[in-house]
């Protein structure tokens, strides 16, 4: 299974961006879906989470500035950025938790979009 990002970009600060991620092909069941991020010399963070019955979780940096939502028919998963703050700079990866018709479960993760916003 392949992750496909998409929308990351540069904006200035206070802007918007959607984040897309599609998954390559059809999935026996995808679970819990969600968008990490790491800046340079920084770990790799928790921006937002969702459930596959759409129970989302957002990272304390980002609360009340981010949504996350999905859409099962499509096997994708969205992240809309408000108010987009330097510090928001980051690699922003797609993650997925998938099963298989034998009920194996795998952790899939996306190549990472770019995040830059300029202040």
């Known amino acids: 299974v392949e992750l496909v990002e998409s929308g990351g970009g540069l904006v200035q600060a206070g802007g918007s961006l959607r984040l897309s991620c599609a998954a390559s092909r059809s999935i026996f069941r995808l679970n819990a879906m969600g968008w990490y991020r790491q800046a340079p010399g920084k770990q790799r963070e928790l921006v937002a989470s969702?459930?596959?019955?759409?129970?989302?979780n957002y990272g304390d940096s980002v609360k009340g500035r981010v949504t996350i939502s999905r859409d099962n028919t499509k096997s994708t998963v969205y992240l809309q950025m408000n108010t987009l703050k330097p510090e928001d700079t980051a690699v922003y990866y797609c993650n997925a938790d998938v099963m298989d018709i034998f009920y194996r479960t795998f952790n899939y993760w996306g190549q990472g979009t770019q995040v830059a916003v300029s202040s």
């Open positions: 969702i459930t596959s019955g759409g129970t989302p």
